[in-house]
């Protein structure tokens, strides 16, 4: 099948991606954070084209990049209104890709950082989202996060109704701590989304252990479950999702290049795949960047495009009726 040329568009392969209704299910909001308005806070210290934004850039490792990450998320996020300011732009640029879902992750240690109210940032988050864009909060815990003035807060998340789900970021080789299993229980018994990075540095091992100490049934990654047929046919039975970011994992060196990027085999093989943009701040990506780099250099097809932009919408917790309004909108993209 090819593309139907939406009207008023030319013919790009670009205004063809634009067309597509999409979800974004791999979003970190302080890894979002618009470069601009660091730029715009403080010109010395941030320049307007830094090093790490180049196209050809690679980090080094996971652990320079999460410095990095960290030392720019927090020279912005001091309080909920600049989460809410950054968070207005964020989704504003997204609703201008037509996506209609999101899935952002907040990452919740900072609320020790900065001294913030865990349910003040969520309305600041979800209060910024424009008409007729949906947006869960997903509460991010890295391995270790369990402090003394985390500690109450992880107790007490299930019970967080303005909470959407929860993820686990962060180091994958640390060890899995023994509050994590209880605390995943307990909010997939409160019906939240279950969530957790694992498959990117660590090995399918990681991925397996999430699956079975957190009953995850969305892997944020999961690249390296390639490397595991068990495991592949595993997560294609089981229906696992897996939230990929491509163009994260040749910037991190995840992969080597994206043209050897594993979502080819796993969508090949039956494993349900969306794409993402984890930290747009730092890799300078756009999600319709993910939809064309799969294109240019992966080789998927009109259809396949559409099947990953499907599987986001299959699988979001959105009103039914509109899920399947929007998958027939992308069906009507295409032409035999
Ligand atoms: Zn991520």
């Given at each position: 099948m090819e593309w139907n040329a939406p009207p008023l568009a030319n013919d790009s392969l670009e205004s063809r991606i634009q067309a597509i209704p999409k979800t974004e299910t791999h979003l970190h909001i302080e890894g979002?954070?618009?470069?601009?308005?660091?730029?715009?806070?403080?010109?010395?210290?941030?320049?307007?084209?830094?090093?790490?934004?180049?196209?050809?850039?690679?980090?080094?490792?996971?652990?320079?990049?999460?410095?990095?990450?960290?030392?720019?998320?927090?020279a912005w996020y001091t309080g909920p209104e600049r989460y809410h300011q950054a968070c207005k732009r964020i989704f504003a640029g997204l609703a201008e890709q037509n996506v209609s879902y999101i899935e952002a992750s907040l990452h919740?240690?900072?609320i020790e950082f900065i001294g913030a109210d865990g349910h003040e940032l969520i309305h600041a988050i979800k209060s910024a989202a424009p008409e007729g864009l949906e947006v869960k909060v997903i509460g991010g815990l890295t391995r270790d996060s369990y402090s003394e003035v985390m500690g109450p807060v992880i107790e007490e998340l299930h019970k967080w109704d303005d909470l959407d789900g929860i993820d686990l970021h962060g180091q994958e080789w640390l060890e899995l701590e023994a509050w994590a299993p209880t605390l995943?229980?307990?909010?997939g018994e409160a019906g939240k989304i279950l969530k957790a990075h694992a498959g990117e540095f660590g090995g399918p091992e990681s991925v397996t252990e999430v699956l079975d100490k957190l009953e995850v049934t969305r892997i944020q990654h999961g690249v390296r479950a390639i490397e595991d047929q068990d495991l592949v046919n595993r997560l294609r039975?089981?229906?696992?999702v897996l939230d990929m970011c491509?163009?994260?994992n040749e910037k991190l060196q995840?992969?080597?290049?994206?043209?050897?990027?594993?979502i080819r085999s796993l969508h090949d093989l039956g494993v349900i795949c969306t794409i993402n943009t984890d930290d747009p701040l730092c890799f300078s990506n756009t999600l319709s960047d993910e939809y064309l780099a799969l294109s240019q250099r992966l080789d998927f097809s009109s259809d396949e495009l559409a099947e990953i932009a499907k599987n986001g919408f299959r699988h979001a917790r959105m009103d039914e009726a509109l899920k399947r309004k929007r998958m027939a909108e992308i069906d009507s993209l295409l032409t035999i």
């Open positions: 979002a954070l618009p470069y601009e308005l660091l730029h715009e806070l403080d010109s010395d210290r941030f320049p307007e084209k830094p090093f790490f934004r180049a196209s050809g850039y690679r980090y080094p490792n996971f652990v320079e990049f999460e410095t990095l990450l960290i030392d720019h998320a927090v919740l240690p900072m995943w229980h307990r909010c039975d089981q229906g696992v491509p163009i994260s995840v992969v080597s290049s994206l043209e050897v990027h594993p």
